[in-house]
Structure formats: structure tokens, C-alpha cells
């Protein structure tokens, strides 16, 4: 060993250490940070959410109710909106039951949210925090519940859930099967677990058939109409400049006489007519001329 390599040796060492402590230090920085930023998120969220709170009373004095109780306050609601919008009321207090513990869950006494509805870019309104997919989720928080049903019924208006208004308002089975194909929930057991419910409370006395086709073919179209309206801009337009060229359409899962008229600026009596259809109804896959 020549003079001095030991003195070298031990300044490589002390450099590497050094490097090393710098190193432990900058992720110790890193993850003092986060864990700052996350406590503040937290705090925030903490205090937010007592603010909620207090607008709704004090915890300590609320009564759980039970399931029939839940079902005797929100039934006239579920009602209304079924006959708004075609929803079957058994399906709406079963997701409610399902959804809020019996209303007895802290989106529902605070929130007055009772479906489990979060918040989105467009949302405006007051939000309430709570662990779910992610920590701190962000929900709506409704004034009433009449609110929360009613925005309840409106998020159902989406493409994926477009087949369902079609079906008659007393088609529970058809609604809880139609929601998990349209991606309400990830659930495989979903469809069971709602008609399990409405099954246990007889929920479905609430149901009631279409009055008569021609109220049927009213409502759906209004929905759609709306469905419509929520479309991206690709497609309204397609609406606003319809392939004139087209003579023939195939209908689609969605599809009805009225929203072919308007995409393709066809009226209906003359789609009626140049398909020899006697009434309203169109089958998924049916081939219908546009033009002659």
C-alpha cells in the first residue's frame, strides 16, 4: 500500500455516505411533504364536512330508522319520478335502501344523497367527503331529498341506460338486469341483490303498468329527447348535418321513430309510411328505408 491510499480510500467512503445521506434526506423531504399535503387535504375535507354537519343537526340526537320506515317516507317521491320518467318506483327505494343503509348513512342524513351520486366538473353545488374508490371521494350534497331522486332519475338518462325507459314502468326484473349491463355497478350479484329487496318489502306494489301505449310512446320520447341533448359533439352533428345519401338504417339498442326523425330529417308519418309500420315499435336490427 503506497503512502496515503488509505486516505483516499477513506474520502471515497465518506463522499458515498455522504451521497447516500443526502439521498435519504431528499425522500424523508418528499415524504414529510405528502404527508403534509394529505393532512392538510384531510383537514379540509374534516372541516368541510362538520360544516354539513351542523346544517343538519346533531348527530347525537338522531334516531336510525328502519327499512319499512324508509320506504313509507320516500315512496311518494319514487312514485313521482316513475311516472315522470318511466323508472319503476321498486327500483328506485331499492337502490335507495341499498344505496344510503336504509337512509341511515352519512351521505343521506347530511347530504340528503341517497343514490351515491358524486360530484363532477359540472357540479356547483355543496360536496361532502367520504371514503369510497378513492380517499375523500367527493359528493353532491342535495338541499332535499326530493333532489337527490330527482338528479337520481336524470343521471339514469345516458345512452347506456337508454333501452331501459322503453321498457314498461312495472318491469322491475328488466331494470335490475338492464342496470349492471349498463354499468351502474360492478357487482356481479346486483340485479339479484335489488330484486331480493324489492321482493322482501313487496316494493313492487308501488309499480304501475303503462295507462296506454300512446303514453308510453310520449314519455320515452321526452327521455330521449333529453338523451339527446347530452350527446358529444360528434354526434349532434350528425344530427345537424344528416347523411342525406342514406336510404336505408338499421336500428340500434337505443333507437326509437322519433330520435331517427330527427337525426336524419325524416318526419315520422312518412318513416311509417315507407316501412308499412302500423305503430311505434321497431326492432333492434330491423332494416327501415329513410328515403325512396
Known sequence: MQPGQTGLVDIDLLLKM???IYVWMGLLLI???SARKGATKD???RKNNRSIQQLR???ANYTPITSLQYIERYKDIAIKEMNLYGIPASITLAQGLFESGSGNGDLARYANNHFGIKTSPAWTGKVYYKDDDNHNDSFRVYDRPEDSFRDHSLFLQKKNYAHLFELDKNDYKGWAYGLKKGGYATNPKYPQLLIGIIEKY???RFDSPEGSEVAKIKRVDKVFTTIDKKEDKAINDSIQNPPVAAKFYTIKRGDTLYNISKRFNVDIDSL???NNL????IKIGQKIMLTK
Not at 302500423?278 to 315499435?281: E, L, Q, S, Y
Open 57 to 59: 343537526g346533531d348527530a
Open 18 to 20: 455522504r451521497k447516500i
Open 202 to 204: 313487496n316494493l313492487d
Open 272 to 274: 311509417k309510411a315507407m
Open 31 to 33: 415524504t414529510a411533504c
Open 43 to 45: 383537514k379540509i375535507a
Open 278 to 281: 302500423d305503430g311505434n315499435n
